[in-house]
């Protein structure tokens, strides 16, 4: 099994992204070729050897040949025109779109308005467009077939922006980090940008501190601040032993299972502790029936989570339920492979999620969110989108 191993521990923006695909063997003519196919004009790319702290890495400069020009608030469909209309593979146009999309989101929630309505300043950019598209393209090349990432330093401080300023992690970048484990205030800066977050949240399997793979190359992106600590992102390419005995496209992984019983607390609430579970990084929780001491009917509250998020479950259920103890315990959780497109339809644009098994489509379905988004935009029942999207999804969509 190839794997990609992120070592956030200077976070990440979307040049370092770059610098640190190049200096772990992305061929940068291959890349700048791959990004004009967005016919994109007014930028040149600069690629350099730099050092911080006396560790040297490739450093991407992404320089605006027209800086006196006022370049667009474009919005995410005016983005997407660009991806699609591009000659670029399915597989890049998909992941591009994906970041896109989580940045379209975390704005929309954050200025309270319409995704839609969501014009971006610094996303829209054309240096943010090559960021993430250029992402999108290092990634295909490097087929991988999962990717670690550590716990993400965010910084500390304020930063300024077009919407003033802000604090540090910026309110996009925190939102679409929600429930991946960071740490912040190493340094006074910002040091994950949202493009670097977006990249994050669209391609990590699995956030832990835990490595167990082979290292067989590593590359360092230079980012473009001095500091306290290296302004670095180190990624690795490994080989990790791949269990075929439960068949290929399966991933393994450790688990933590936390429980308790609960048989006083008010029904009305257990669907806001649910949410707040699932905001700390849950994979799932669940309620199940039971029968308690003295023939009394209760319930029993389960968690699944990383182990890296035990501890912020555990805080969670003390503070949001009745209950006065919880248990734990560890699990192995075994995953299919799942892929994401984006397909069109009469109601707009939906991601359809494909999983895989033994080299084969076995299941595909809509994104129930966004099913839900668009019903409520164009007056329409969630059953008739997902209706649509069957009858749109064909078994080679991959």
């Known amino acids: 099994m190839k794997i990609l191993y992120y070592h956030c521990f200077a976070g990440i923006s979307g040049d370092m992204n770059l610098g ?189 501190d835990k490595t167990d793979f082979t290292i067989k190359k590593i590359g360092y992106g230079i980012g473009s601040k001095e500091m306290d600590i290296p302004n670095i992102l180190r990624v690795c390419l490994g080989e990790a032993a791949e269990d075929s005995s439960y068949g290929t496209d399966v991933e393994k992984e450790t688990a933590v299972v936390i429980e308790c019983n609960i048989d006083d607390m008010n029904p009305e609430l257990y669907e806001h502790v649910m949410i707040s579970l699932f905001n700390k990084g849950a994979f799932d929780t669940y309620l199940s029936s039971i029968i308690m001491k003295k023939s009394r009917p209760g319930i029993i509250l389960s968690v699944l989570c990383n182990p890296s998020k035990e501890k912020e479950i555990i805080k969670t259920l003390f503070k949001e339920t009745t209950t006065l103890g919880v248990r734990k315990y560890n699990v192995d959780k075994f995953n299919l492979k799942r892929k994401f497109k984006k397909i069109k339809t009469r109601f707009g644009e939906v991601t359809v999620k494909t999983a895989y098994y033994n080299d084969k489509i076995i299941r595909a379905k809509p994104e129930y969110e966004e099913c839900k988004r668009i019903a409520g935009e164009k007056n329409v029942s969630i059953q008739e989108i997902y209706n649509e999207v069957s009858n749109l999804i064909k078994p080679d969509d991959s």
């Open 20 to 208: 640190a695909m190049i200096d772990l063997g992305i061929d940068k003519d291959f890349l700048i070729s791959e990004l004009a196919k967005l016919n994109l004009s007014g930028y040149t790319i600069k690629v350099s050897r730099d050092k911080r702290h006396h560790i040297e890495g490739t450093r991407v400069t992404v320089i605006l040949t027209d800086k006196d020009k006022k370049h667009p608030h474009r919005n995410l469909k005016d983005i997407e025109q660009i991806i699609d209309s591009s000659t670029l593979n399915k597989k890049v146009k998909a992941t591009s779109k994906i970041m896109f999309q989580k940045l379209a989101e975390a704005e929309s929630k954050i200025h309270g308005m319409p995704i839609d309505k969501i014009h971006f300043h610094e996303v829209g950019a054309v240096d943010s467009i090559v960021d993430i598209v250029g992402a999108a393209v290092c990634f295909d090349s490097l087929k991988i077939d999962k990717v670690i990432c550590s716990p993400v330093e965010l910084g500390g401080g304020f930063v300024k922006c077009k919407h003033g300023t802000l604090p540090i992690p910026a309110p996009a970048t925190i939102e679409i980090l929600k429930g991946v484990p960071v740490k912040t205030g190493t340094v006074q800066s910002e040091t994950t940008t949202p493009t670097g977050a977006a990249i994050l949240a669209t391609l990590v399997n699995e956030f832990t």
